[in-house]
């Protein structure tokens, strides 16, 4: 305990915040005082240094080398400076690094942005900051379009209230291949760790008071215009795109306004926003839990779509970089899953995109492993390659020559020479512009996706996760689906079970299991990498007999029912 103090006491010598420096004092008090739910939190917050990875940072706003704050992103933007360097110089290139950094409007996000344009000018590095709160897409948009070396983009993206993160894109001179503007992956992040675990003290690191370029908003111009031109020639459409009415609402984060832009450029005029979501509130003060995919998230949202006869439900998480879709669907306002929508993009891209009649595999649709099968028949039914990914936009976007990516999480890369992230504003632009032109015939959103069954199949996926309270559960719980995994799904024997940490189709090793049925039904199970959970993937695919989408649904339903019964019991939930 002695020790524990003593770093206690030196990380508030070193803090240079005022307001961590109290919280911290306090719980050090109580601790000392005999408290031991202060000791067991004094603990948790000196566990360990919050760990860089490929997700960049991301926890608890608080004080400590566990949790996110100034101190910590000082040291994580000085060790990423520091990789800067190194990396030009070993690149024979000379000259400062351009960075572009972005933030959110969670809690502490430009106090972060600014900390970090102090610590790279300082370094001798272009600091660009983003002239005010805006979605990861731009941040993402302007390291490429500035032909910056590095990107930072301080958000939490769709955590709960309490947490905050650190993203960092590499491109510029230090990534050249697909790669450029993408997630770092490793070993960018191992590299990068250990420069950051070399800071002696935040004392030791020199921050600037003045010298970075805040920018002006001639780079969100640039985004809404590149993104609004995705959907073509406003002029031919334009009635059609005026007559559609579409619900918004992007859960109180910074999405909104680019959104609404983006569409109206686009000729879009007929939005209605969630007024109670519209403006960023880092509190989110009306949901639970700041996802889409989260129960009751989009409630307020489609009781709007109710009352005004939309066309559509739009719903962005608070950073914009994932859209959920809802349509009406047997006369119900349903959300889609992930994989419906991605597979209603992938099919509308690979219709565009064939038409430029490029040789065969010249073009690829790629989405993580976890994602549906559907969108790998889409290719084939369209001359074009395939690429299944690890988990993540980090690895979907590195996908070579990628012209549309997804994973089910929300997450859609529909322009990735803008964008080598997910983007849920070209996304929601394109959703929307295909809701406008079914409309225009007399179709839905229900109707296109009978379409696919028509000419897929019923592909028909669903998650089972347990979550944990304590963190060890998770690999205990891997290790035990390991050692004894089920013989049987749905009542069909399983044929093949993949230990995913030796590799799995060509992809590098990664935690998981996958199990494949004599049915065709498949689950990949893996810890999460920014939740403590362990998720699981379930897919049934039943085929369709002529035009006999109904009872192909029905049967899939079924059958998915059973899968997630033994795949619960097999999780023990």
Not at 50 to 63: H, Y
Not at 64 to 92: E, F, K, T
Not at 326 to 354: F, I, P, Q, Y
């Amino acid at each position: 305990m002695k020790e524990l103090l003593s770093r206690a006491e030196a990380w508030i010598e070193d803090d240079p915040d005022d307001a961590t420096r109290e919280e911290l004092t306090a719980v050090l008090d109580a601790a000392v005082a005999g408290d031991a739910d202060a000791l067991a939190d004094l603990e948790d917050r000196f566990r360990g240094f919050l760990e860089f990875g490929t997700a960049g940072l991301r926890g608890a706003i608080g004080a400590g080398p566990n949790r996110m704050n100034r101190a910590v992103v000082i040291r994580a933007a000085a060790g990423l400076a520091r990789y800067l360097s190194d990396a030009l110089a070993a690149a024979g290139v000379e000259g400062p690094a351009r960075v572009a950094i972005g933030y959110d409007a969670r809690h502490g996000s430009a106090d972060f942005a600014v900390d970090t344009a102090a610590v790279m000018t300082a370094a001798g590095h272009e600091a660009l900051l983003l002239p005010r709160t805006l979605p990861t897409p731009v941040l993402a948009f302007a390291t490429r379009f500035l032909d910056a070396d590095a990107g930072v983009m301080v958000t939490a993206s769709h955590n709960p209230p309490q947490d905050n993160g650190y993203k960092v894109y590499l491109g510029g001179r230090v990534v050249t291949d697909e790669g450029r503007g993408a997630q770092i992956v490793p070993p960018y992040d191992a590299e990068i760790a250990s420069r950051i675990a070399a800071v002696a003290s935040v004392e030791a690191v020199p921050r600037a008071e003045k010298g970075w370029t805040v920018l002006g908003e001639g780079v969100v111009d640039e985004y809404v215009a590149q993104v609004a031109a995705l959907g073509g020639d406003v002029t031919p459409v334009a009635e059609r795109r005026a007559a559609t009415r579409i619900v918004l609402t992007p859960l109180h984060g910074v999405g909104g306004e680019t959104v609404e832009r983006v569409l109206r450029e686009a000729g879009f005029s007929d939005l209605h926003t969630v007024a109670e979501q519209a403006q960023p509130d880092p509190d989110f003060p009306t949901v639970a839990f700041p996802n889409p995919e989260e129960k009751g998230a989009i409630d307020l949202a489609l009781e709007l779509a109710r009352s005004v006869g939309a066309d559509v439900v739009i719903a962005n998480d608070p950073d914009a970089d994932r859209c959920a879709v809802a349509t009406v669907v047997d006369g119900e306002w349903t959300m889609l899953h992930g994989d419906v929508t991605g597979s209603l993009l992938g099919e509308r891209v690979a219709e565009r995109r064939s038409r430029l009649r490029m040789a065969p595999g010249s073009q690829v649709l790629a989405n993580s492993i976890v994602s549906s099968q559907q969108l790998a028949a889409i290719a084939e039914a369209h001359g074009m390659g395939h690429a299944n990914t690890l988990t993540g936009f980090k690895w979907i976007g590195r996908t070579p020559r990628m012209v549309f990516g997804y994973e089910e999480a929300l997450g859609y890369c529909v322009a990735p020479e803008l964008v080598r992230d997910k983007d849920g504003v070209s996304a929601a632009l394109l959703m929307v512009d295909f809701v406008s032109e079914l409309k225009a015939s007399g179709r839905t959103l229900a109707d296109a996706i009978d379409d696919l069954a028509r000419s897929y199949g019923v592909y028909l996926t669903s998650q089972v996760s347990a979550r944990y309270a304590d963190l060890a559960e998770i690999p205990a719980t891997m290790a035990r689906l390991m050692a004894s995994p089920p013989a049987t799904l749905a009542g069909s024997p399983v044929v093949a079970t993949d230990d995913m940490s030796l590799g799995f189709r060509g992809l590098p090793g990664t935690t998981g299991l996958h199990l494949a049925a004599e049915s065709g039904a498949r689950v990949i199970v893996r810890p999460s990498g920014t939740e403590p959970k362990v998720k699981a993937y379930l897919e049934v695919i039943v085929p369709v007999e002529g035009d006999e989408v109904a009872g192909a649904r029905a049967s899939a339903v079924e059958t998915m029912a059973q899968l997630q019964a033994d795949v619960k019991a097999a999780l023990g939930i």
